[in-house]
């Protein structure tokens, strides 16, 4: 099993602040008062984190191997992939949207 933790991390950290910038606009747009600063703030928080991990992975150097398109490809190892992904990209996805109704309950 070849599981990559910075490709879970990095769909994880991609995804939690693509979810903050969306939900940060919509709460912008249709908030009003204190919603709207919180929104301002969700939207700028995923935009700065983003921007961070762009800055992170272009700045340090992580070892991997291309991948050779004329290896085996074995279909377990597909799925697999795939479902780390699906999982990455869910608790990204939860997380940003937890922070946002949260903040909104709190308003």
Known sequence: ???????????????FALFLVL???????????????IGAGLMIGGLVLGILWVLMTS???FDETMIDMG???YLEQVILDAIVTIIAAGIGAGAALGIF???????
């Open 59 to 61: 700045t340090l150097y």
């Open 71 to 73: 290896t085996n490809v």
């Open 23 to 37: 939900v940060g606009i919509f709460t912008t747009y249709f908030g009003s008062g204190k919603s709207r600063k």
């Open 1 to 15: 099993m070849d599981f990559n933790l910075w490709v879970f991390v990095t769909i994880f950290m991609l995804t």
């Open 101 to 107: 109704l949260l903040s909104i309950m709190k308003s």
